[in-house]
């Protein structure tokens, strides 16, 4: 991956921001991140961060961020579309933050494949707690912000990413790494960024069976 450039799948969560790092350390060049949008481009898939923290964070990064918005319907045309702009922009390589769901992977490089686009997946296959203690040691900031209800208590909305944090939920039988869904982060400073991501949390609502912590910058 030396000198490879790269556009980085970018959620503003974890996973991602760790795939980002590895591939920094494997010597490849960020060229772009992308993020897939609601269809009114508000707010964020599955971790509904606002378009502004996202911006923040690629500012951050001092990488151009790239948006798309969708339904799930319309999720693959924006993902190849997306895809393709980078292709002839020269970029070669997308870089993804999944961990052990072969369904999702194969189809994350099916779909690249369409386009001509080389999927990398740095966190590929590593035990999910390894991935996680190694992010907090990598001195990134993180915060849970959507909790399934169905899956793990309200309680954790808010809580920071910690070393205690993560034993907390394995003691309950809750996957540290959130990779069934359980819940989604948002990462506001480490490794990879200039300077801390301001941001404030101002509520929380419920929808759906989820709890969503209300999140804007400052």
Same mark, same amino acid.
């Given at each position: 991956?030396?000198?490879?450039?790269?556009?980085?799948?970018?959620?503003?969560?974890?996973?991602s921001a760790m795939a980002y790092y590895r591939a920094l350390q494997s010597g490849s060049v960020p060229k772009r991140v992308w993020t897939m949008f609601e269809e009114d481009h508000e707010r964020s898939k599955s971790h509904a961060l606002p378009i502004e923290i996202i911006k923040a964070q690629a500012e951050s990064l001092g990488v151009p961020l790239m948006i798309r918005g969708a339904?799930?319907?319309? *999720?693959?045309?924006?993902?190849?579309?997306?895809?393709?702009?980078?292709?002839?922009a020269g970029i070669s390589h997308g870089v993804f933050g999944d961990i052990d769901l072969e369904d999702h992977l194969t189809w994350i490089q099916e779909t690249?494949?369409?386009?001509?686009?080389?999927?990398?997946?740095?966190?590929?296959?590593e035990?999910?707690?390894?991935?996680v203690k190694d992010?907090?040691?990598?001195?990134?900031?993180? *915060?849970?912000?959507?909790?399934?209800?169905?899956?793990?208590?309200?309680?954790?909305?808010?809580r920071k990413f910690t070393n205690?944090?993560?034993?907390?939920l394995e003691a309950l039988g809750i996957?540290?790494?959130?990779?069934?869904?359980?819940?989604?982060?948002?990462?506001?400073?480490?490794p990879i960024f200039s300077?801390?991501?301001?941001?404030?949390?101002?509520g929380q609502h419920e929808r759906d069976g989820y709890v969503f912590l209300d999140v804007t910058s400052e």
């Open positions: 991956m030396i000198g490879l450039p790269f556009v980085a799948s970018w959620s503003g969560g974890k996973d339904d799930w319907n319309g *999720y693959e045309e924006q993902f190849l579309d997306a895809m393709k702009e980078c292709k002839d690249c494949a369409k386009v001509g686009i080389e999927a990398v997946h740095p966190l590929w296959m035990p999910r707690k390894k991935v992010f907090v040691e990598a001195g990134f900031e993180a *915060y849970i912000v959507v909790v399934n209800t169905a899956m793990m208590p309200s309680k954790f909305i808010g205690e944090l993560i034993d907390e996957d540290s790494c959130g990779e069934a869904g359980e819940f989604h982060t948002v990462v506001v400073d480490g300077e801390r991501v301001p941001i404030v949390f101002s």
